[in-house]
Nanobody, 113 residues
Framework: QVQLVESGGGLVQSGGSLRLSCVAS????????MGWYRQAPGKQRLLVAR???????NYGDSVKGRFTISRDNAKNTVYLQMNSLKPEDTAVYYC???????WGQGTQVTVSS
C-alpha cells in the first residue's frame, strides 16, 4: 500500500518561507518522478514543481526562482522549499508520485498580505 504524507504547511506572512515535506512508504521511492501540485479554492489543481528519479527539476512559471524541489532517497522524502511567498501562493499543496498517480492528503499553505 503506497502512502504519501505531507507536512510543513501553515500560515505565513507575505515574503516569508515554508518548507514542505512528503514522506513516501510502500514503493521504491528512488525510481519514481515526484511532484508537488497545489489547488486554490475554486481553481484547478496545478503542477508547482517536479523532480525526476535522476534529480532533474522543472517548475511552474509562477514559482520559478522562488521555490526549490529536492529529494532525499535515503529518507524516502521529497521537499518543497518555498521562499518569497505571496498571497497568491495560498492553496492546498499535494505531493504526488507522478508515474503512479498516487496522491497525499494535502497540506494547507496560507500566505497573508
Amino acid at each position: 500500500q503506497v502512502q504519501l504524507v505531507e507536512s510543513g504547511g501553515g500560515l505565513v506572512q507575505s515574503g516569508g518561507s515554508l518548507r514542505l515535506s512528503c514522506v513516501a512508504s510502500g514503493s521504491r521511492f528512488s525510481i519514481h518522478a515526484m511532484g508537488w501540485y497545489r489547488q486554490a479554492p475554486g481553481k484547478q489543481r496545478l503542477l508547482v514543481a517536479r523532480i525526476s528519479s535522476d534529480g532533474t527539476t522543472n517548475y511552474g512559471d509562477s514559482v520559478k526562482g522562488r521555490f526549490t524541489i529536492s529529494r532525499d532517497n535515503a529518507k524516502n522524502t521529497v521537499y518543497l522549499q518555498m521562499n518569497s511567498l505571496k498571497p497568491e501562493d495560498t492553496a492546498v499543496y499535494y505531493c504526488c508520485i507522478l508515474d503512479l498517480a498516487y496522491w497525499g492528503q494535502g497540506t494547507q499553505v496560507t500566505v497573508s498580505s
